[in-house]
């Protein structure tokens, strides 16, 4: 049997239908393989005929003049044979091909599978049900992994906790080493964003020095946090959730449970440990770098000089905004974390679902910073932070 | 065959006739697995010639290397189906991408293949939703996809129950009588390589070379290699001397 490939077929099947009697015969003959008769359907001279009454008595196929063959002769076989049972009409297969009557009783030997039939798609308020029981079901597992999380804290403060000392130093590199290009491109670029949009509006009252106040207010208290979080969530997080994921369907997160090992103390926490000390440390640098974007606008394009730029912004910055900074930054990296590790640990066994897990978990990440910020924001207005 | 400066093995040399069910055997880590993937085209050998039908494999170009490479089926040890597809996807991706038959001929042929392997009516399940058997199954029936003249079988036994691999066993000997395929296959599970294979050539890890070729159950008989002998016969091999 060759594979088919595409080519010309022959428009004629290689077969001849003769009535003897009140029997049908199908005389099969010539090249059956797919390129030259792709997956010809039943003459409709034979489905007229098996459609009269009174049907034939039976319907022979002969398979003797049959050079060569491939799956298109066992296609056109079964064919006949469901269209033989329909018309309760029976079929005898004679000298057939070496082999093509074997493999058409093993492909007739296992019944087909009864598969329950598709659900209907649910209605919208049963659809809104699902989706806030759905809903209700992941806040549930995001607080029971939370727990978990804060219990193997608890272990690690008492020195109980089972983690590879190297794999904390290693996730460390990783969440924060590692970062330092992106976030000085991405954070600059803010900086400078932030110069330009801020000076088309104070140039018009004369006031371009103000842009060291905008600048250096936004990224200290909040752009330097928010940048490096959307950073982290989309590097660090994903590929956080990329090798909890992949460990989970390679079974090696069974294999630590079986040793009596916590998952979540050996794979989980190093990893929250590691972006919750990187986040502020990067944070504090990308509120630096952010302001050195600033002043490049404010020097280069409105004649501002360095040391009126940065006299401005130290004159403007109060240790309030750099506590709310970093109250951002320490809880962006702990909801990262959390929710790449949960997103890693609760992925399926294959790749699909381990795609999956890491779009979850940038998706997860981002808006739970989203949130976490509109949150925190109107709570450090109530309290005058 | 090497990884980097590394020998895996050396010196192999071995012929596989049409209609030959040819076994790799040996023990872990002795490059079976290797081997196949340098016979499938994943991997080019360090040294020395793969010839398919009087054409050597990879001094082909990489078109015609293609094709030869169609004229093969794979079935690989965790059947590595594509998990995003169902079964009827994966069976007739092949067809649908070399084939010029229309989607419902194709449909007719996905149900062929699967019912072949016994999956008949499960075409809109998903591997996961499959047992470790009937993954494999259904890895053997994307693999028949192009009705492929020689089929290559990865440890087709591995993570199988000993009466689903004597029904795997079955299937490749049913396979290979009634559709006349050639059939290579890696394997160390004895039942299946002196059940089911008619030729062989034998891997070493600590020689890294080949120490026998030939009908396996005539090595079991007549081998005097200690190493191949305590194989065949599930012996502790002596001290042997590498040759």
Known sequence: MAASTPGARSARVPVEVTTVGNTVALRLHGDWRLERVGSPAPPAELTRRLGTAPPP????????????WDSALLVFLLRLLRLGEEAGVPLVLRDLPDGAARLLEIARAVPPVQRRGRRTAPGPLQAAGAHALALWREAMAFLEFLGEVVLALGAFLRGRARFRRADLLLFLQQAGVDALGIVTLITFLVGLILAFIGAVQLQAFGAEIYIADLVGIAMVRQMGGLMTAVILAGRTGAAFAAQLGAMNANEEVDALRTLGVSPVEFLVLPRVMALVLMMPVLTVYAMLVGILGGAAVAITVFGITPMEYFYETQSVMATDHFVAGMIYAVTFGALIALASCLRGMQSGRDAAAVGEATTSAVVTSIVLIVVADAVLTVVFDAIDL | MAYG??????????????????????????GKSTLMRHMIGLKRPAA???????????????????????RAGVTYQSAALW??????????LPMELYTDLSPAEIRELVALKL??????GLEDAYPAELSGGMRKRAGIARALALDPEILFFDEPS??????????????????????????????????TVLGIGTNSVFLDAEARTQRAVGDPKRLAETCRDPVVHAFLHREEPAEVSTP
């Open chain 1, 57 to 68: 008595s039976a319907l022979v196929v002969e398979g003797a003049g049959v050079e060569r």
């Open chain 2, 5 to 30: 400066s590394r020998v895996i093995q050396r010196d192999l040399s071995f012929t596989i006739l049409r209609g030959d069910i040819f076994v790799i055997m040996g023990g872990s880590g002795c």
């Open chain 2, 48 to 70: 020395g010639r793969i010839v398919f039908d009087g054409v050597s494999l990879w001094e082909a170009e990489a078109e015609e290397r293609a094709r030869l490479l169609r």
């Open chain 2, 83 to 92: 998990s995003s597809m169902t079964l009827a996807e994966n069976v007739a």
């Open chain 2, 115 to 120: 019912a072949l392997v016994g999956l008949a």
């Open chain 2, 158 to 191: 591995a993570g199988l129950d000993p009466i689903t691999s004597r029904r795997l066993d079955d299937l490749i000997v049913e396979l290979r009588e009634n559709l006349g395929t050639t059939v290579v296959l890696v394997t160390h599970e004895l039942p």
